[in-house]
């Protein structure tokens, strides 16, 4: 018999992250790891009157080939710039896809030359900006997970029963009913993104950051568990050319499994202008001259989930902490209004309690890691 959580977890995604309906064709990208919810997803699916298709890499899905590390190392210039047939067709063609993020080896690519890296997301990046655009309109439902493993447990300094525990927790399949917990809070979050909207300035204030932007026109999105599971930010897309000050990130940033640690950002009209880290800080500044776009912010979000106590080095849970901010360098998503383009789009986080402070127009909005009522 499956853990209930795991059934509870395949049934959150399909009935309400997703929505399957009858006759989807639906993408399952996964590692072998992940069988289990495999299993028990391909089960709702087939029971919504939709067709899975499973989709199976063994470490990773940077490159869109199913054996990441391996590619990076062998693959000539040619072949890092050749576009994945299937992954393009399924993207252009299917309904939906469920990514289950289940490594067994979450440092394989820590080694690997940033600069094959970056060249072959360039390549790929037609296929994550079909995603975004068919997304934006409703016809392609695409949702990200996560799976636990023995290497994510150990990334998190958790035994695997107690990252079990943990994973399941943030995504609420520990509760009965773990579908009315998420409405709960899209409706939470959908009144802070109301009284967000048709204000213009911005002023982020704390012990590790001073920075001011502009959300003029930006439109804040509520995320409750629609594209991602676990959930919980509301984020924008700030004025490209509108940021201005600093920013300490509290936790490592990090990218392609390398860890960046203790950096600091400095902004002039939208631009990162001067960028250190207190590791791997060449590692930074190669990301962060990717393309045009790589010095600018392309998101601005407020972390919601209260549920995820802990940073366990997995952006997917991270950026979601309940009392942090993130912003990532890099893509914007078009429905905030972002107009900024570039293949890498890297989320850094930075813990608001010590009496940190948002002020929207003037009025205080959020202090010391909670919204202002």
């Known amino acids: 018999m499956p853990d209930i959580r795991v059934t509870r977890m395949a049934k959150l995604l399909v009935q309400y992250s997703a929505s399957i309906q009858p006759g989807d064709k639906v993408l399952i990208e996964a590692q072998p790891a992940a069988e289990p919810l495999i299993r028990e997803l391909a089960k709702e699916i087939l029971e919504a009157g939709a067709y899975p298709q499973i989709l199976l890499s063994l470490s990773g899905l940077v490159s869109f080939t199913g054996l990441d590390d391996v590619f990076y190392r062998y693959a000539r210039d040619e072949q890092l710039d050749i576009i994945p047939p299937f992954y393009k067709l399924a993207y252009e063609t299917f309904d939906s896809r469920f990514r289950i993020h289940s490594l067994s080896n979450s440092k394989a690519l820590t080694n690997i030359n940033p600069e094959v890296l970056s060249r072959h997301r360039k390549t790929v990046e037609p296929i994550t900006e079909t995603q975004f655009e068919r997304g934006a309109t409703g016809a392609f439902k695409w949702v990200t997970t996560q799976y636990p493993t023995q290497s994510y447990a150990q990334d998190a300094d958790m035994s695997l029963e107690e990252y079990e525990d943990f994973l399941f927790s943030a995504c609420f399949a520990d509760l009965e009913d773990p579908v009315a917990k998420w409405r709960q809070m899209g409706a939470d979050q959908e009144a802070k993104v109301a009284r967000l909207k048709g204000h213009e300035k911005v002023e982020v204030k704390g012990p590790n950051c001073d920075l001011t932007l502009s959300i003029k026109d930006r439109i804040f999105m509520n995320s409750c568990g629609k594209h991602n599971m676990p959930d919980g930010e509301i984020f924008t897309g700030p004025i490209e050319d509108s940021m201005e000050g600093w920013v ?126």
């Open 248 to 373: 300490r990130f509290t936790y490592p940033a990090i990218y392609g499994g390398a860890e960046v640690d203790g950096v600091e950002l400095h902004f002039e009209k939208g631009r990162v202008e001067k960028a250190t880290a207190e590791k791997n800080q060449e590692h930074l500044l190669r990301l962060l001259d990717t393309d045009a776009g790589s010095r600018y912010l392309g998101e601005f979000a407020i972390g919601t989930n209260f549920g995820i106590k802990k940073f366990t080095r997995n952006i997917l849970f991270d950026e979601k902490i309940g009392g942090s901010i993130h912003m990532a360098v890099g893509r914007g998503y078009p429905e905030t209004g972002s107009v900024n383009e570039s293949a890498i789009h890297w989320d850094m986080i930075c813990d608001m309690g010590g009496g940190a402070e948002i002020l929207v127009d003037g009025e205080l909005f959020y202090k010391d890691g909670d919204f202002v009522v």
